[in-house]
């Protein structure tokens, strides 16, 4: 027995699951979809779960809690929870652990807060609610987990509303809202998907400190193998819901012993040539000394930049950084208050309501939180077939096929997929669908909103080789708004780099990523998680974990 082996041995038991089978209603018929999978959590000890798209990672996090989503039902097997089997407890049982004992901190925190209350009154109702905290005392220890998880004016934020900060602050906020009650399991689901790698060192320094201060178990669920490496004492690989293996951190990243985890090891090897600029030729899209504010708070400060047709412009930078208010400002959502945008060098009116119909249609938007951007009630193929009726006129049997045209395009089969909902898909499918709707109205720009955020890594090099495919067939211009620095390398030909809604640098992406460096520039560079157990814990002490970026979070 391995000295790791002896010390978990030696640890309480606090998860044990045994044969666990759900089903998924689909068609009029129960499939199953996880089959038979097994799992063993002991206190203080975080679980990887990782696997692509559909692996059955997020529905097993979730029957962790004794819990499915609508359409899904534990068929068979057994789920103790601290000697309390989960699928025989009572609805009761099974509210007094939630939030209390076991919480969860889902992939998409914007579509999980209620938009109607206040950060703070959302996180202190758990323990309030529990008799755990008194109103008072959790507001504090709310204030001191926002200031922890590196949110600014940690003890203001909390009295906004969710659509008041942004998708990574929100993200933090859940985290935060998580470790309200101290649970003994937190699942986490995907929690930093929508952050930046600056603030992702510190929220992942944060969770480790959790579970160690409070002995807290973790199920962490992820297609990020590198975030993985840095939490997780062992993993679980899984595949279209059967495990394929498992193994303490150390030993799966040196020595993985079934082929698909090799291949999952070795994805993200897509880099396509920079492409210079087109000599003589007028851009695409022009921002033009742009600023903007919401109201009174400026968030953008003279953002001038161009994108040419037939080439990607990587926009990166932290959360609030103004990577998405600018796009807003593109597309008119949100009027700049100062500056323009052009389009093949005319100016765009500044709002989308006085714009023409084909000026709409030329530029689509791929948004961010795939949860949110689809209706949840319309049909995938109503969602893919609007913009083409409405910016083609396509109707009948020449839409029916513009529909299978897309959903072919994005790798999801046609008479699977034609007449399903978005909440019977995954994360990652439903992403595609977003880009599939995007497609649909023949732009020729498109603002890839953190496209491949909630993909794996496996389905995200597909996409990325999807869209550059695309590219080069219709001469498409990318605007491509994103934190991974891997996305960047990959698929960029120029990159801005944006902070407190300032350009500090822009360039070609070859010079961007050659020494030196901008000094913000050169954090972003240096913050990109490897595939290194130990890598977390030397970039927190090489640099002294309260002088992270701007953080706040502090050493204990």
Not at 195 to 217: G, P, Y
Not at 347 to 365: C, F, G, V
Not at 534 to 549: A, K, P, S, Y
Request: proline share 5%; with cysteine; net charge negative.
């Amino acid at each position: 027995m391995s000295e790791s082996d002896a010390n978990t041995s030696k640890k309480e038991m606090l998860l044990e699951i045994r044969g666990l089978r759900i089903e998924g209603y689909s068609d009029e018929n129960w499939t199953e979809i996880v089959h038979g999978v097994d799992l063993d959590l002991h206190r203080g000890e975080i679980l990887g779960l990782i696997g692509e798209s559909g692996a059955g990672k997020s529905t097993i996090g979730l029957a962790a809690m004794g819990f499915t989503r609508d359409g899904c039902r534990i068929s068979g097997g057994s789920i103790d929870f601290e000697g309390m089997d989960l699928t025989t407890a009572s609805p009761d049982e099974l509210a007094s652990l939630r939030g209390a004992k076991i919480a969860y901190v889902a992939q998409s925190a914007a579509a999980s807060f209620n938009p109607a209350h206040r950060l703070i009154d959302q996180h202190t109702e758990a323990p309030v609610h529990y008799r755990i905290k008194k109103r008072l005392e959790s507001q504090e220890d709310a204030m001191e987990l926002y200031h922890k998880l590196r949110l600014p004016n940690p003890k203001e934020i909390g009295f906004r509303y969710p659509h008041q900060v942004s998708g990574g602050q929100l993200q933090r906020a859940m985290t935060a809202m998580a470790m309200a009650c101290r649970p003994d399991l937190i699942i986490f689901d995907e929690p930093t998907t929508a952050l930046d790698v600056t603030t992702q060192i510190e929220v992942l320094a944060a969770i480790r400190d959790i579970v160690d201060q409070f002995n807290t178990a973790a199920i962490y669920i992820t297609h990020d193998l590198a975030v993985v490496a840095q939490m997780a004492d062992k993993i679980k690989v899984m595949l279209r819901g059967e495990e394929v293996e498992q193994a303490e951190t150390a030993k799966m990243l040196e020595e993985p012993e079934e082929d698909y985890t090799k291949s999952l090891w070795s994805v993200r090897s897509y880099k396509r040539q920079q492409k210079p600029r087109p000599s003589g030729t007028t851009p695409v899209l022009s921002v033009q000394n742009v600023d903007a504010s919401y109201g009174e708070i400026p968030v953008l400060q003279d953002v001038s930049f161009d994108i040419y047709a037939g080439m990607t412009v990587a926009v990166v930078g932290e959360s609030g950084s103004g990577k998405s208010t600018t796009a807003r400002c593109i597309t008119g959502l949100l009027p700049p208050t100062s500056g323009k945008v052009l389009f093949n060098g005319e100016e765009l009116p500044s709002d989308y309501k006085a714009r023409s119909k084909d000026q709409l249609r030329q530029a689509q938007m791929i948004y961010q939180m795939a949860d949110t951007a689809l209706n949840p009630k319309v049909k995938i193929s109503e969602i893919i077939g609007r913009p083409a009726y409405f910016y083609r006129g396509l109707r009948g049997a020449e839409l029916k096929k513009r529909v299978d045209e897309l959903l072919d395009l994005i790798e999801l089969e046609p008479a699977d997929y034609y007449n399903r909902y978005p909440p019977e898909l995954s994360g990652g499918q439903k992403q595609r669908i977003g880009i599939a709707r995007a497609l649909a109205a023949n732009p020729s720009f498109i603002i890839c909103d953190e496209v491949t955020s909630a993909l794996d890594q496996l389905v995200a090099e597909g996409i990325l080789k999807l869209l550059d495919r695309l590219q080069k067939e219709f001469n498409l211009a990318y605007m491509f708004i994103t934190h991974d620095l891997a996305t960047v390398r990959s698929i960029a030909d120029e990159v801005v780099v944006m902070r407190q809604g300032k350009i500090i640098e822009q360039g070609p992406k070859n010079e961007m990523f050659t020494p030196p460096h901008h000094p913000y520039t050169d954090l972003l560079l240096s913050s990109v998680p490897e595939m290194d157990p130990e890598w977390l814990t030397t970039v927190l002490e090489e640099r002294g974990v309260d002088n992270i970026g701007e953080g706040a979070l502090k050493k204990t």
